[in-house]
């Protein structure tokens, strides 16, 4: 038999970028309240991989479902998309939704209410890929939220065009959203992930969507890693199309976890301890970090073409790589090829700049003293990881919501600049250099200043002095309160059928 404590059931989708928060979240729910049991449910990898990973204090358990990635038409193991080329993204988003009708999950909630002498959990919290997870909750009478490791405004974008495909109806590049205020949000053709932009609402990725964001009705919470602050135009659209959610900001939610209890892979040959270090070495805010997440890359044009700009620009750098897009995301990195002639040499020599193959420590290096701007992908996670570090950002969006977060950051809170669009647009060095002198030198004060903005919002909006006055402490309060009323609701049910019969 489990303890007597209640517990959270967390499903995030399986890809680091969505698992790291559902663990930032998981902590955050620990250090709140020791009251509750808190359950990771994932595949046997991604599980396997977490537990190795997770610092010693904390007390997660793991409610593992069965998973045969074979069985889906993905290579054997396959159970991250990190390690997936695009063209089976879907499937695994495919094979995710399976899982409903396998009735693991179902059974797996099953057996822990059992364990826990018949008492369900408080609730399940699960990602905004797993909707159908809203429908077995409701089947078994537990309350559910959906967590969104996203910001407001860039999954508003994404779901608004996933319900709309507006850019289907119109000729020019640029067009509006519907369902925002006339006008209020224009987008252009280029700022279209592949996906959305191939789709006619009878593709595959349409059909998965659809049913995906129609299951969310079965849902009670809508939980963002954001701050309701800074994100009103996105977290109000969610309140106007889903008014049956409760749309509840908690962010910032960061891991603060070391590299070595963090769940990436480390094959590059530099160690953390050589980054911290040669960071140590350099001047506070001269360092330019370069990193495009946990699965995404460029192509070898545009990487040959942003190297020439990190050489030109002279500053010093560090830079994340993987192979482009046109080769196996698994293969080694080959600088000799991707990379301008003596690159890596050279740098070694002037010690301007590192790379880093696959992984590195983002959050460590965006809390050093001495880095200056970050060149990044525009993924939440790593927005809010900058913004919380007061690091403005250079902005390269690459797919899902990340062309939108990128225009939000520069159009709506002065804390970015973009420099590239996409995996295949052309990139021209010499612009780089000029977007890199812009952020770093020009509009470094501007922006500076708004970023420090930024972050002393982030930092007030847990503070939780006298009681809740930060608004994520007082969301996050109000969405346990909640759940709690649920609870307590099902369980007088339960009662007073079992003393009716
Ligand atoms: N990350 C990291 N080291 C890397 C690449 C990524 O620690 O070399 C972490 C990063 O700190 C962030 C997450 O992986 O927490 C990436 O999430 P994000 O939303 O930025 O992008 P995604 O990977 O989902 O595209």
Redesign the pocket.
């Known amino acids: 038999m489990e303890d007597e404590k209640q517990s959270i059931v967390l499903f995030p989708f399986m ?4 698992i ?2 559902f663990l930032a979240l998981a902590l955050q729910i620990e250090q709140v309240n020791t009251n509750y049991a808190i359950y990771f449910v994932n595949t046997p990898l991604n599980l396997k991989k977490l537990r190795s990973s997770l610092p010693s204090y904390s007390s997660i358990r793991f409610l593992e479902i069965p998973f045969s990635s074979s069985s889906h038409g993905l290579p054997p193991d396959s159970e991250n998309f ?1 390690t997936l080329p695009y063209h089976l993204i879907l499937r695994l988003y495919q094979a995710s939704a399976s899982l409903q009708f396998k009735s693991s999950f179902k059974e797996a909630i099953q057996a822990l209410t059992a364990r826990c002498h018949g008492r369900p959990p408080l609730c399940i919290i699960s990602d905004i890929f797993l909707g159908w997870t809203a429908n077995v909750a409701k089947q078994l009478g537990v309350y559910h939220a959906i967590f969104s ?2 910001g407001g405004f860039g999954l508003a974008c994404y779901v608004s065009l996933w319900l709309n495909l507006p850019h289907r109806n119109v000729v020019a590049h640029d067009f509006s959203l519907p369902d925002f205020k006339e006008g209020t949000v224009q987008l252009h053709k280029t700022q279209l992930p592949t996906n959305i932009a191939e789709a006619d609402g009878e593709d595959d990725w349409s059909i998965f969507q659809r049913e995906n964001l129609s299951a969310w009705v079965d849902s009670q919470s809508l939980l963002f890693n954001t701050v309701e602050e800074f994100d009103q135009i996105g977290l109000s659209y969610f309140r106007r199309k889903f008014p049956g959610l409760h749309v509840r900001p908690i962010g910032p939610l ?2 603060r976890l070391k ?1 070595r209890d ?1 769940i ?1 892979n480390t094959t590059g040959v530099i160690t953390r301890e050589t980054i911290l270090k040669w960071l140590d070495s350099k001047p506070s805010n001269s360092v330019l970090y370069v ?6 890359t460029i192509s070898s044009s545009q990487m040959m073409q942003l190297a020439k700009a990190l050489e030109a620009s002279q500053k010093n750098f560090i830079w ?1 790589v993987r192979p482009p897009i046109e080769v196996d995301i698994n293969s080694e990195f080959n600088g000799k090829e991707w990379l301008p002639e003596g690159f890596e040499e050279r740098n070694r020599a002037t010690g301007r700049g590192l790379v ?1 193959q ?6 460590e290096i ?1 809390s050093h003293r001495a880095v200056s701007a970050f060149l ?8 809010m ?1 900058s913004l919380g570090h007061g690091v403005p950002l250079m902005g390269w969006p ?3 919501e ?1 062309f939108f977060n990128a225009k939000y950051l520069e159009e709506e809170m002065g804390v970015c600049v973009e420099v590239g669009r996409g995996k295949k647009s052309e990139v021209n060095s010499e612009d780089v250099v000029k977007k890199m002198e812009e952020v770093m030198e020009e509009k470094k004060e501007i922006m500076r200043r708004n970023v420090e903005k930024v972050k002393e919002t982030m930092e007030k909006a847990w503070e939780q002095r006298e009681s809740f006055n930060g608004s994520s402490a007082k969301s996050f309060h109000d969405f346990l309160s909640d759940a709690q009323q649920n609870h307590q609701q099902t369980s007088d049910a339960k009662e007073w059928r079992e003393m009716e019969r």
């Open positions: 890809g680091q970028g969505h790291i928060p990190d490791g996203t960061v891991l590299t963090r990436g990193s495009f997440g946990s699965m995404n994340v880093v696959n992984w590195a420590p983002q959050v965006l990044s992908h525009c993924g939440w996670n790593s927005v990881e690459l797919a899902g990340q």
